[in-house]
Structures are given as C-alpha cells and as structure tokens.
C-alpha cells in the first residue's frame, strides 16, 4: 500500500510541479514506461529514487496525455489493482488539467463499479479516494466530506475489535477539517477528536508513530485548531507536544506557535518561535521567498504567518518588506498559485498600510492572475454544462449505433428485392408487406429520437437557468452582469459606504446549553430575518462569519442614502431580537442577545480568491465598523461619528463620549435610541 501512495505521489507530482527547460524527469518517465521488460515494483523504485523536487518548468497537457497513453499501453493487461487504480488517476487527472470535471468524475465511477463487483474493501476505498480527489481539486468540500464519511464508515466496519488499524488509517482527518470552508463545525471537532485518539496512542505506543502517520496528523490537528480560532488550545497543544517535533515538521509547529501567539497580542513570545532558525533555509525553492533581513529562505505558509503577524502588531513597514520581496523582487515565489496569495498579502499590507494606490494595483493583479490559473470555482459553474456534454456524447453514441442498424437493415432489403425478380406474386406482395412495416418502424425510431433530443435541449436550457440562478445567489447582480459579459469583475474603491456587524453576545455559553442542531436552527432563525430586512433596505449582504453577521449600504451602486438605510435595518434587527428574546423567555428557551456596530468610510470592494468566486469588501472601515460592535452594548446600536454626522438630523442619538477601541484608539461613538 505504501509502494501504491507513494507511485501515485510521484506521478500527481508531474503535473502538479513543474520542470526544469530539459524536463529530465519527464525524459525519465518516458524511457522506464517505454521499457516492456520492467517490473511495477522496478518502476517504482527507480522513480522513488529520483530527485523529483528540482523543477521550473510545468508539464503541458499533450505532454501528460503522453504519459497517460504509456502507462495505459504498459498495465491495460494486467489485473493488479494498484496498476490499473494509477491508471485511473492518470486518466482523471488529465481532465481535470483540461477543466473537464465532468469527464474526471465518469472515470472515477467507472472504476468503483467495476472494483465494487470484486468486493475487495481496499480496492473500494482507493476507489472512494479518487472522487474525494476530484471534488477536492474543483472547491466542492462538502462532496469531500460526505465520500470522507463513507471511508471512514468502510474503515469502522472492516476494523472491528482491531483499534490499532482504526486509529492508523486516519486519512479521513485531514477531508473532515475541510469543515472549516462551508462552516461544517460537527466534521472538524469530529476530526479533532479522532486526532487526538491517535496523537495519545502514539504516545504511549512510540513505536507505532511513523507507522500511523502521527507527524502529518499532528500538523492536522493543530491546523485545525488554528482554522477555529482556538489560538490558546494551539499553544497548550503544541507545547504539550514538542517532545514529538523530531516526527513531524518543526517548521509548522514553530509557525503555528508564533501566530497564536500573535493573535493573543504577545508580541515577544510570537516572534521567539518566528525567529528560530529552524523556519529558514539557505535551499531556494519555487515555494520560496528570501527574508529581507535575515537573507535566509523562508517557506511561503511560514512567510503567510509572519505578514500576518506584522500586521496584527501594525508593523507595516516590515510587512511590506516581506511582501514586496515575494512579489516583486528576483526571489519573488515562482508557484503561481503560492505568488497569487502572496500577491493577496501584499494588497491588504499595503491597504492596512494606508498606501492605497498600490493596494488598488495589487488587487488588479491578483484579479488578471487568478484569471489565468486553474481556478477550481470556474470548474464548479461548469460542472453542469461539463456533465451535460456527457450526456451529449452518450446521445451521439446511440443515434450512430442506430445508424449502423438502419444501414444493416437497408443491406437486407437490397437483397430482398434481388430476389423479388425470381419469386412468385405471393412472396412479392408480403414482401411488400415487410417492406412498409419496415418504414413504418423507422419513421417511429426517428420521431423518438427527435423528441429524445428536444427532451435533452430543454434539460440544457434547465441546467444553464440554474447555472445562472447560482451565479446571482453567490453575487450581486451588477457584478454577476459584468462577470458573465466580460469573464471578469474589477475590484473597485468605493469613496463612501456604510458597513453594519452584528454578533450574539454569549454564544459561546448558550451553544453549551443547546444541542447543535437547536444551536444551527436559532441561527437560522435570526439570520433569516436579517437577510430579509437587507433586501428590504437594498443593503448588500457581505458574509456570515460564525455568529457574526456582515452588510454593507451603497454598494456595490453607490448611493446617498446609505447611511440612513444602514441605521434603518439595524432598528429593524434590534426590535426583532427583542420580540424574539420575549417569545423565547415566556416559553423558558435560552436566547441571543445582540451588539450591533455600524461605521461609514471608504472601502475596496470585488471579487478575489483563488478557489471560488466570492464578493467582498476590504479596509480600515471594515476593522472600524467590527470595533463599533465589540465596544457596543447589548441590545444597542452603536455607531461611530463618520456615520452620527450623516444621519443626526433622522435619528434620536445619544452621545457615549471618546470611547478606546482595540487597534484603533479612541473614537467618538454614539447610541442610536429606539423609536
């Protein structure tokens, strides 16, 4: 199995990785599957053995589809389960290079029918792997999930009373923290939990660590600590734990330390494990960048925590150092997608920064580079017309089989009327009989095959209505406009906007009290009602993040009245979450309250990302307005001066004084009194 992983690694490599001009690897992969007298584990070896980390140069698609065609010319014929799994692969992957889902996902289910018929449990879970795979490459976490599910259901089953290989074949961890991207809670505490379980067996069964993996696991667990927010278990764990580092990735652990670190505001304990030498390397690679200071090599995710961590302690000028060496200078990181997320640091720092003419022309190249990486989100609109095509081909399939027949049938005929010559009137005249039956069939094949394709028109036109519905849920509908009109959407930097949070005061104490699906349907409830109020006011809905809520008035078209609809629907919110409070105390349910916090300045507000589409909004106005909120008070709207002035002569105000906010000094706030 192990042999099977690491083969599959390698080859994934190739296409994933690039080449250096003379492409030797590639060279190589050719002459050992060229070669007929080669063994599977003699091609394994010979291809563990190689330096396959040295590239520049990627693998272009005719070049993988080579590859693809030897190795399916070199183990078509044998029956390993292994040989024709990596063919599969092969053949998946060459899809997906092409943004062909659709055919990725065909290929990947052709093999579980067929291994499903054998009953073999490994050759099934090798099969379930390759979907999660795919669904993995085009952004759809949650399919990840459910297949991740299903192997760790197939593991539980095929291991009973054998705890030792539950706790080792823990793949389904890493797919079960995806959680964090579509706010799946119960799968990453699911995948904390069982990370634990194998992090305290190592521990007592040393022997068993590099066996079971721990090290990757470990680095799991503490990501996933990291994507809650869970900054202090971070550092309880990870220093619990640092007998281990020999066995795991030291550079990880350090980093994950630092940033926890410094997002708990402890400056010098976040830059004592950022400054251990161990996090730098004199070996440069294309995942790297030099570090202005220290002229050592850093790995980007260590590069990608310590940007962050300068902007939390606001040192910005080092922020921009690092970023701009990243992006700009000759050891800038070579991985397109690592350099566009880095080019993703470098316009917030310079936001953050107050240099914003620079931060616009970031964002402008992040949005040309995505455009030219193989975004996964462009693959997820198209799935539908992708798998369509399928059906498309099948129908062409079976219209020429069809023809075939009919060409068959038309032969017979021809002979039959050769004989018509000799025969007698009686035979002539059943023939004729056949003859008409005949067409009477074909006119009735072909007005089947008529309706069948004006069935498979109105499905596309089906399937292309949703597409679209899709695009305007996920988008405002100007920016939805232009994205389809043009293929692309600019970031822009709106003068005025009035931006509103919300967040539930104690939710973390009432999730405790209910269970997690009361918990989910009370958020729903509220954050129902709020969606409605915005659209009631044509306020743009940002994000929900946890038990926070985001909106903004005046974009993404501006407006003058932003400010007044702003402070409108946050009324609305506020008198709703009090009925809703009375009605759940008369019934004896726990209940929300709420701080509101509003503010109104200028904003950078686009499209970015590089693995799905997703509108947002940007600056010191965002940061401000969330202030707004953690220094209001329960059951009040509390809004900043910048939006007093706007709405003073609309709305009663009472005036709390300079109040400090985090980060951000004293500011001017004021009540907003219900009416």
């Known amino acids: 199995m192990r042999k099977i992983i690491v083969l599959l690694g390698l080859f994934l490599f190739i296409v994933s990785n690039s080449f250096s001009q003379s492409t030797p690897y590639l060279d190589l992969v050719k002459k050992l599957l060229s070669n007929k007298d080669i063994t599977f584990n003699q091609l394994f070896d010979s291809l563990a053995s190689k330096d396959y980390y040295v590239s520049t140069k990627p693998l272009k698609s005719e070049e993988f589809a080579l590859i693809s065609k030897l190795v399916d010319q070199r183990f078509a014929s044998t029956k390993n389960d292994s040989t024709l799994n990596l063919i599969a692969v092969f053949k998946l992957r060459s899809y997906l290079m092409t943004h062909e889902s659709g055919k990725a996902i065909l290929v990947a289910q052709e093999y579980y029918d067929n291994v499903k018929k054998?009953?073999?449990?490994?050759?099934?879970?090798?099969?379930?792997?390759?979907?999660?795979?795919?669904?993995?490459?085009?952004?759809?976490?949650?399919?990840?999930?459910?297949?991740?599910?299903?192997?760790?259901?197939?593991?539980?089953?095929?291991?009973?009373?054998?705890?030792?290989?539950?706790?080792?074949?823990?793949?389904?961890?890493?797919?079960?923290?995806?959680?964090?991207?579509?706010?799946?809670?119960?799968?990453?505490?699911?995948?904390?939990?069982?990370?634990?379980?194998?992090?305290?067996?190592?521990?007592?069964?040393?022997?068993?660590?590099?066996?079971?993996?721990?090290?990757?696991?470990?680095?799991?667990?503490?990501?996933?600590?990291?994507?809650?927010?869970?900054?202090?278990?971070?550092?309880?764990?990870?220093?619990?734990?640092?007998?281990?580092?020999?066995?795991?990735?030291?550079?990880?652990?350090?980093?994950?330390?630092?940033?926890?670190?410094?997002?708990?505001?402890?400056?010098?304990?976040?830059?004592?494990?950022?400054?251990?030498?161990?996090?730098?390397?004199?070996?440069?690679?294309?995942?790297?960048?030099?570090?202005?200071?220290?002229?050592?090599?850093?790995?980007?995710?260590?590069?990608?925590?310590?940007?962050k961590a300068h902007l939390i302690f606001k040192e910005y000028k080092e922020a921009v150092a690092l970023c701009e060496m990243a992006t700009i200078s000759t050891y800038k990181i070579k991985n397109p997608e690592y350099f566009n997320l880095a080019l993703e640091l470098t316009a917030e720092s310079y936001l953050k920064a107050g240099m914003f003419e620079k931060a616009a022309q970031a964002y402008a190249q992040v949005k040309r580079t995505s455009d030219s990486l193989n975004i996964a989100s462009q693959a997820i609109l198209n799935e539908t017309i992708q798998t369509s095509t399928q059906i498309q081909i099948k129908a062409t399939e079976d219209a020429a089989r069809l023809d075939k027949e009919n060409s068959e049938l038309q032969r017979k005929q021809e002979k039959l009327k050769s004989n018509l010559i000799i025969t007698s009137i009686s035979i002539v005249a059943i023939l004729a009989i056949v003859f008409f039956a005949v067409l009477f069939d074909r006119f009735r094949t072909t007005r089947k095959q008529k309706k069948l394709i004006e069935e498979q028109a109105e499905t596309l036109a089906i399937e292309k209505h949703r597409s679209d519905e899709l695009l305007l849920n996920i988008l405002p509908s100007e920016v939805a406009e232009e994205l389809k009109l043009k293929g692309s959407a600019e970031a822009k930097l709106v003068d005025d906007v009035t931006v509103l949070f919300t967040d539930f005061k104690g939710f973390t104490e009432l999730s405790e009290k209910l269970s997690p699906k009361e918990l989910l349907a009370e958020i729903n409830i509220c954050f129902s009602e709020f969606?409605?109020?915005?659209?009631?006011?044509?306020?743009?809905?940002?994000?929900?993040?946890?038990?926070?809520?985001?909106?903004?008035?005046?974009?993404?078209?501006?407006?003058?009245?932003?400010?007044?609809?702003?402070?409108?629907?946050?009324?609305?919110?506020?008198?709703?979450?009090?009925?809703?409070?009375?009605?759940?105390?008369?019934?004896?349910?726990?209940?929300?309250?709420?701080?509101?916090?509003?503010?109104?300045?200028?904003?950078?507000?686009?499209?970015?990302?590089?693995?799905?589409?997703?509108?947002?909004?940007?600056?010191?106005?965002?940061?401000?307005?969330?202030?707004?909120?953690?220094?209001?008070?329960?059951?009040?709207?509390?809004?900043?001066?910048?939006?007093?002035?706007?709405?003073?002569?609309?709305?009663?105000?009472?005036?709390?004084?300079?109040?400090?906010?985090?980060?951000?000094?004293?500011?001017?706030?004021?009540?907003?009194?219900?009416?």
């Not at 640092?242 to 630092?258: E, H, K, Q």
């Not at 932003?562 to 409070?581: G, R």
């Not at 950078?604 to 220094?631: C, H, L, P």
């Open 118 to 307: 054998t009953g073999n449990y490994q050759s099934i879970i090798n099969a379930l792997r390759l979907f999660t795979y795919i669904y993995s490459e085009v952004g759809m976490i949650k399919e990840v999930i459910n297949y991740s599910r299903e192997i760790y259901a197939m593991q539980l089953e095929n291991a009973k009373n054998k705890s030792d290989t539950i706790l080792a074949d823990g793949d389904y961890a890493w797919p079960l923290s995806q959680g964090f991207f579509i706010r799946d809670t119960v799968a990453m505490d699911s995948a904390l939990v069982l990370l634990q379980n194998v992090i305290n067996y190592c521990r007592k069964n040393p022997a068993k660590s590099s066996i079971m993996g721990v090290a990757d696991k470990y680095k799991i667990y503490l990501m996933t600590l990291a994507r809650q927010k869970r900054h202090k278990d971070i550092i309880q764990v990870g220093m619990a734990n640092l007998t281990m580092i020999d066995n795991c990735n030291f550079l990880y652990v350090y980093s994950r330390l630092g940033t926890a670190y410094a997002n708990l505001n402890n400056h010098d304990s976040a830059f004592y494990f950022f400054n251990k030498p161990e996090i730098y390397t004199d070996v440069p690679r294309n995942t790297t960048t030099l570090h202005p200071t220290k002229k050592r090599y850093i790995e980007f995710y260590e590069f990608r925590d310590l940007v």
């Open 531 to 675: 969606d409605h109020i915005m659209q009631k006011y044509g306020i743009e809905k940002i994000k929900t993040i946890g038990d926070s809520y985001m909106a903004a008035g005046g974009i993404p078209v501006p407006n003058k009245t932003h400010a007044f609809d702003v402070v409108s629907a946050a009324l609305e919110i506020q008198k709703f979450m009090f009925n809703h409070k009375q009605e759940r105390q008369n019934l004896g349910l726990p209940f929300f309250d709420i701080r509101i916090g509003i503010h109104t300045g200028p904003v950078v507000a686009g499209i970015v990302g590089v693995k799905k589409f997703a509108y947002d909004i940007w600056g010191d106005t965002v940061n401000t307005a969330s202030r707004m909120e953690s220094s209001g008070e329960s059951g009040q709207i509390n809004i900043s001066g910048n939006t007093y002035q706007l709405v003073k002569d609309k709305f009663d105000c009472s005036y709390r004084g300079k109040i400090m906010a985090k980060n951000k000094g004293e500011i001017d706030m004021y009540f907003v009194n219900k009416c």
